[in-house]
């Protein structure tokens, strides 16, 4: 424990901490008594666990017991482990280094990378012990025999929610970080990190909102979502933005952009360096996208063929009116993506050629294999969501944050949990993830059919699974060139997902494979030098069999898909003025993306 003690022990001011202990307790009571007013004025739901996550645990259990030897042969080799771990720590412990861990951390683990985890043997021997404890639980959960696939990854994956809350990183009194800053502050930190806790189930309403940055460092239209433009059209569901252009003269044809509902569109305009808008603005492109509303309650009613009707196909109306332009080339990102796909399948039933040509940033269209996501979207969630939505009209952004964040919990949970409650800092200033905590809700009616029709019963895929104004939808009867951009480290739409969208489409398709993860991988300008991608324009059944025959190139994808797009983009014309036909309402980015959720 020598290294452990060798910080400076400050001792606290008494005054200070009873000043900060009362001011605690004062907000504590407030809190408490407002949660039950609104429980009390609500008539809430109740906040229970899904009870279908309570059976399949019950019933593993009852497996496991039923084959007593198995379970006792695995106990027997997790105490084999612990009694080798036990030797190779107490030699640690009279200085006799030198054996090789009996367990690592995985590279990609960053929670031990504090130099005690690796040079302080008590703390090593915590670590290890824990990397064993844990791989053992995970790996007899996967072992157990007879449950069905669905239930068993439901299993396995809160299995790993349950071992990631109780690594010793989380807890104060095991982390060598938290206990050295403990003792240079004289606890300071504690009491500063329950003081952001309080602040955090305040702004949350009694539920943990974690701040991931810091809130008031960005505002849009000042230092985020920044490019210069106007809004030219607008109607209850979307704003339409046109950007000023950059050069003198613009492809005849625009570029329209049609981002997720669920998250703001700004997340492909946050600031210059990075801004997917205002690079393709810089290409010669005059560039369109869509702003979502943020509904209330008054647009529950709003179903998902209405998000076609007055979004992307009145998008299109209003570039024509503005432009003249008939053609245009669209792109849409993740579930923005899955509309567009939507979209296209209508214009073909009704024999509209409008859209030149199609890209697809991160999209499932076919949703047999949804990867995590696949946990949370059975009948008895899906039943219990829609129950929430029927009582309040939406479904807040904010529990579908909380969902995509589980899939990263280490990164996206408990790293803010120590930073924030454990080390009582302040979160850093980063525009991504003051993106990621601005959320939107989803209106109740349309996130209902989105999960029944595309996550639950997959009929997007399916010709004729599903009916859009009037119109039977078949994706094999669009013919425009396509394009997917997935990329590698996905967890949110995993780009072998997103590969057996390929197969749907009647025309010409081409996939390109980007590194990094669902964000990252689509916001990487050519100026970073990241991550590369993979090109292979045979397109093979077997997502594995492409990749392993792809070329990888260096840099962003965005110079790849500028190449595929410029013999769609028609002939060179002088640079058009926002809002020259329709007039400018406001400035870009609109007031709708201003909207924070209540």
């Keep these: 424990m020598a290294e452990v003690l060798a910080p400076e022990i400050k001792l606290p001011d008494p005054v200070e901490v009873s000043k900060a202990v009362s001011q605690i307790a004062e907000r504590s009571q407030r809190l408490v008594s407002d949660f039950l007013q609104r429980q009390s004025a609500q008539n809430a739901l109740a906040l229970v666990e899904n009870p279908g996550i309570g059976k399949a645990f019950l019933e593993m259990t009852q497996r496991l017991m039923a084959d007593p030897f198995k379970l006792m042969e695995a106990q027997v080799g997790l105490w084999t482990q612990y009694v080798s771990l036990w030797q190779q720590g107490a030699a640690a412990m009279l200085g006799q280094r030198g054996a090789d861990p009996l367990v690592r951390p995985a590279r990609s683990d960053k929670r031990f990378k504090h130099e005690d985890w690796e040079h302080n043997a008590l703390f090593d021997f915590i670590k290890q012990s824990y990397l064993l404890t844990s791989q053992w639980v995970q790996s007899t959960v996967a072992g157990v025999e007879g449950i069905d696939e669905r239930t068993k990854k439901k299993l396995e994956f809160y299995t790993k929610q349950f071992v990631d809350a109780l690594a010793p990183t989380n807890f104060a009194a095991t982390n060598p970080e938290v206990i050295r800053t403990t003792l240079e502050t004289g606890g300071e930190n504690l009491l500063k990190g329950l003081t952001n806790l309080l602040e955090d189930l305040e702004r949350g309403k009694g539920s943990l909102s974690i701040r991931m940055t810091d809130l008031t460092a960005f505002q849009p239209g000042v230092n985020i979502a920044a490019t210069p433009g106007k809004v030219v059209f607008q109607n209850e569901l979307m704003q339409l933005l046109q950007y000023s252009p950059s050069t003198e003269s613009v492809y ?305 994808w965005w110079t790849n898909w500028l190449g595929w797009v410029q013999p769609n983009a028609g002939e060179m014309i002088p640079a058009r003025i926002p809002g020259y036909t329709l007039g400018a309402l406001e400035d870009a980015p609109g007031s709708y993306v201003k909207a924070k959720l209540a």
């Design 252 to 556: 005849r044809k625009p570029l329209l952009i049609v981002p997720p509902w669920i998250n703001k569109f700004y997340i492909l305009d946050l600031r210059e360096k990075n801004s997917f808008i205002k690079w393709w603005v810089d290409q010669g492109f005059t560039v369109f996208v869509i702003s979502w509303v943020n509904p209330d309650a008054s647009l529950s009613e709003m179903n998902f063929e209405d998000y076609v009707r007055l979004g992307t196909v009145a998008a299109l109306d209003a570039i024509e009116r503005e432009t003249g332009e008939h053609e245009v080339n669209a792109a849409g990102y993740c579930l923005g993506g899955t509309l567009l796909a939507t979209t296209l399948a209508y214009l073909a039933a009704i024999g509209d050629q409008r859209i030149r040509s199609a890209t697809f940033f991160t999209t499932m269209l076919d949703f047999s294999q949804p990867g995590e996501l696949e946990v949370f979207i059975d009948e008895e969630q899906i039943s219990m969501l829609e129950k929430r939505m029927e009582r309040d009209g939406f479904l807040d952004g904010s529990q579908m944050a909380g969902t995509f964040s589980m899939l990263r919990a280490n990164d996206l949970i408990w790293s803010f949990f120590i930073n924030n409650y454990l080390l009582g800092k302040e979160p850093f200033p980063f525009d991504l993830l003051y993106w990621n905590s601005d959320s939107t809700r989803m209106p109740a009616k349309m996130h209902s059919f989105y999960l029944r029709n595309m996550y639950q019963r997959n009929l997007v895929c399916k010709p004729g699974g599903i009916t859009v104004l009037g119109q039977s939808l078949d994706l094999g009867k669009v013919t425009v060139p396509v394009y997917f951009i997935s990329a590698i480290e996905d967890h949110i739409a995993p780009w072998k997902s997103t590969f057996m969208g390929t197969k749907l489409f009647g025309g010409p398709v081409k996939f390109v494979l980007g590194g990094s993860g669902h964000i990252a991988g689509i916001v990487n300008p050519p100026a970073g030098g990241k991550y590369g991608y993979w090109e292979n324009d045979t397109l093979v059944e077997d997502p594995d069999a492409w990749l392993k025959a792809a070329q990888q190139h260096p840099g962003s």
